[in-house]
């Protein structure tokens, strides 16, 4: 079943009638999924493997695509027996070796999805493709006893996709960014990260030696949630916001706003003298001369003395109001302008070519490959034409089916590729030797406080200050 609100992101529908459906759900900013339930019967084993080739053909269309796919349903067969060579897991073992994950595993979630009255096992799943695990929340198992009543559990997964429904500005004005002030913590507050930091990893099942078949994405997705975590809730830490004010105003608006900034200056500084009773800048005349000049005001020229400095200031302010205003309706102007020209060149756009209007929604920008010439060994091609058809050439070339001429390799070329005997096998018997918690402790040591830290927001600080359980853990990652 499908929510209403998702109804008009699908794009297509596959069917195998009866175990198996596909629907293609398209967002904005090229968030693309392929949603693809099954049921895999278990008393007809013929029907069974036309079912797994049909969804792995589903599957393959979808990653030439680009688009993501997530296959959930009842496959019938456990988990456990997934190198075994029958047909019944023929996708699972695809599923397996093209880096599509079982949410289950990836979460430790290791608990059976259906049970009788004297058995119980995980037959049931959601497989997710790699680059989707970075937008789980979480995943979890509910009974259906109080729903549907099935002797299967209900498997849910919850995922945030930034930006999908409502998009996002393309040119961004401003920016949160997180600081953390190091400067405050002491040993004991230290300490007391170190320690949450270790609550973290043990919660979140993080692997503390290399015996494990957890991947290396869960791994890392473990240790930087534990580290991150542990940071935001122990080290004193704000958000800032970055404001981008470029592009605010037009050219002319951006003259007026430019004129208004020489006009408060002229008169702060005359309220300066007038307060410290110091020489009135009585040479900033030539300035308010320009200004009259330029928006036609009546800016009346700074008094010599002391005592009309009051009235000078008073008629002043009211020519200032004049050009603070001219400057706000030529930008609210300028930008109702930009606005109607907008939308007369949508609705031009969803009238005469309704094709870019629906990539524009969808957010399909192809950035084009423009090639002016090519140069041959004997000539320079410029003809649009000859182009395409020599680059047309070159890729057939490219990718023509080239026969190995088997007798010309076993006779001069198979010593070249036999094992040389000169290298000896223990030459690479240190490159081989795992890394010890000393070795990775050191390493932390010597590297700069003072760099800025990468998109994964943990610093250098955060990794010397973590504790001896991530030393453990980092030390395990990378062995």
Not at 108 to 134: C, E, F, G, M, V
Not at 162 to 191: C, D, H, L, V
Not at 291 to 312: A, K, R, T, Y
Not at 437 to 452: F, G, Y
Request: charged share 15%; aromatic share 10%; net charge positive.
């Amino acid at each position: 079943m499908i929510h209403k609100q998702l109804t008009p992101h699908i794009h297509n529908i596959l069917t195998f009638p009866g175990y198996a459906i596909a629907i293609d759900l398209f967002f904005k900013h090229d968030h693309k999924f392929r949603i693809i339930s099954i049921y895999l019967p278990c008393d007809n084993s013929q029907l069974r493997l036309q079912i797994q080739n049909t969804i792995i053909q589903w599957i393959q269309q979808a990653t030439n695509h680009n688009i993501l796919p997530i296959i959930l349903g009842d496959f019938n067969v456990p988990p456990n027996n997934s190198t075994s060579s029958s047909i019944k897991y023929k996708l699972l073992q695809f599923l397996q070796y093209n880096n599509i994950y079982d949410l289950a595993d990836h979460t430790n979630t290791l608990l059976s999805t259906w049970h009788s009255s004297r058995h119980h096992s995980t037959i049931d799943y959601i497989w997710a493709y790699l680059p989707l695990l970075k937008y789980l929340n979480s995943f979890y198992l509910d009974d259906a006893d109080f729903c549907t009543k099935s002797d299967h559990k209900i498997l849910i997964s919850s995922w945030t996709f930034p930006y999908a429904f409502i998009g996002k500005n393309r040119y961004s004005t401003r920016t949160r960014r997180r600081t953390f002030n190091y400067k405050a913590m002491n040993k004991e507050q230290w300490e007391i990260f170190a320690n949450q930091v270790s609550l973290n990893l043990v919660t979140n099942k993080t692997p503390l030696s290399i015996q494990t078949t957890e991947s290396l994405e869960t791994t890392w997705h473990k240790i930087q949630t534990s580290i991150i975590n542990a940071a935001t809730k122990c080290i004193p830490n704000k958000k800032y916001t970055i404001r981008n004010f470029q592009h605010i105003f037009s050219s002319k608006a951006t003259l007026l706003h430019l004129n208004l900034k020489k006009l408060n200056n002229i008169i702060r500084k005359v309220k300066a003298s007038l307060t410290n009773t110091t020489p009135i800048p009585v040479h900033l005349n030539s300035t308010i001369l320009y200004l009259n000049s330029s928006h036609q005001l009546n800016i009346p020229p700074i008094p010599i003395s002391h005592e009309l400095i009051p009235g000078w200031i008073t008629n002043t302010n009211t020519e200032w109001q004049s050009l603070y205003h001219a400057r706000n309706l030529e930008n609210t102007k300028q930008i109702r302008e930009q606005i109607n020209q907008h939308i007369t060149k949508r609705c031009s756009k969803l009238q005469n070519n309704p094709k870019t209007m629906i990539n524009s929604i969808l957010n399909r920008h192809k950035d084009p490959v423009k090639i002016n010439n090519i140069k041959t060994p004997n000539d320079i091609i410029t003809d649009p034409k000859s182009i395409k058809e020599h680059i047309k050439q070159h890729f057939d070339n490219w990718t023509a089916y080239r026969p190995i001429n088997t007798h010309e390799f076993n006779t001069n070329w198979l010593e070249e590729y036999q094992p040389k005997t000169t290298t000896r096998p223990d030459y690479y018997s240190s490159a081989l030797v795992n890394f010890s918690s000393k070795e990775i402790s050191t390493t932390l040591s010597q590297l700069p406080n003072n760099k800025a830290y990468s998109s994964f927001e943990i610093s250098y600080k955060m990794l010397k200050q973590a504790g001896p359980v991530f030393l453990q853990t980092i030390t395990a990652f990378f062995n």
